[in-house]
């Protein structure tokens, strides 16, 4: 969806406020900061950095970034960006070569230019016949280790944090428990709250009962605010609807208000 299409979809869920937190660009804000500005939704400038940890990939989300550093945002991830075509030109290549007839021009139609992903690729899959779902294409030929899908080599997620704080933004650990073991997060958050973590996302589509208490019980362990979010990707993802994630997600108002004072915002 284009972020215009995305405000207008948040006024029809009766949303409070709405953040655009693209992976790796900040290409879309202009576009949807001048859409709220004509809407009952706020909205808040954001970016998902996708980054590494002992291997393990993380996603780092900044929110409220000024618009005089959206694009630093893009210079940051140049590198990145570069490293990504390559992943994904490699995993095209590979699926090819295995009997898959995939092309880069399919994955890319179904996003802007070279800016697809595997969900995009695992849409071209299922459209083929090849795989019944997205999540049966992430399951076996986008798996990583199974031979055709080698990720690119990722910014760490220390030096997000620092990128984002450096901006007066807020940083937050999304869905971090989709990610870590509970073990893993308490080697984690201490040296993720020094670099300037300031929260991590408590409220979650993928989250049961559980693991949203462990989660919020980790934020209140180590000082961290509490953040959340429906994760919204559009047809990527059907399953999950933009707010409300499966229908029963709830992140309070406070949240926002949260997160907007952890960040040098006006």
Not at 35 to 45: D, K, Y
Not at 97 to 110: K, M, P, Q, R
Not at 157 to 183: C, D, G, Q, V, W
Request: charged share 25%; aromatic share 10%.
């Amino acid at each position: 969806m284009t972020p215009e299409e995305l405000v207008s979809l948040a006024e029809k869920q009766g949303l409070s406020a709405l953040a655009l937190t693209d992976h790796n660009t900040a290409r879309g804000l202009p576009d949807f900061m001048a859409a709220g500005r004509n809407s009952s939704v706020i909205t808040v400038p954001g970016c998902e950095f996708t980054t590494e940890w002992r291997k393990k990939e993380i996603h780092i989300v900044g929110l409220f970034f000024r618009e005089e550093h959206w694009a630093e945002i893009e210079d940051f991830l140049e590198l990145a960006h570069l490293a990504k075509i390559n992943s994904n030109n490699s995993l095209i290549t590979r699926l090819n070569d295995a009997g898959y007839e995939v092309s880069v021009e399919e994955a890319s139609a179904l996003t802007q230019g070279d800016d697809f992903n595997r969900a995009h690729v695992a849409r071209v899959l299922m459209a083929k016949g090849y795989v019944k779902s997205v999540s049966e294409a992430f399951a076996t030929l986008l798996k990583e280790g199974n031979g055709f899908y080698v990720p690119p080599r990722r910014i760490t997620s220390m030096a997000a944090i620092r990128f984002i704080k450096t901006f007066s933004a807020t940083a937050i650990f999304a869905h971090p428990l989709l990610n870590l073991s509970y073990e893993e997060m308490l080697e984690f958050l201490p040296e993720a709250k020094e670099a300037g973590l300031d929260a991590i996302e408590t409220h979650y589509t993928e989250y049961d009962e559980e693991m949203t208490e462990v989660a919020v019980s980790l934020a209140e362990q180590f000082g961290l605010k509490q953040s959340g979010g429906s994760d919204f990707h559009g047809a990527a993802k059907p399953h999950i609807q933009l707010g409300v994630g499966r229908g029963d997600l709830v992140v309070p108002y406070s949240f926002y208000e949260d997160m907007l004072g952890c960040a040098d915002y006006e």
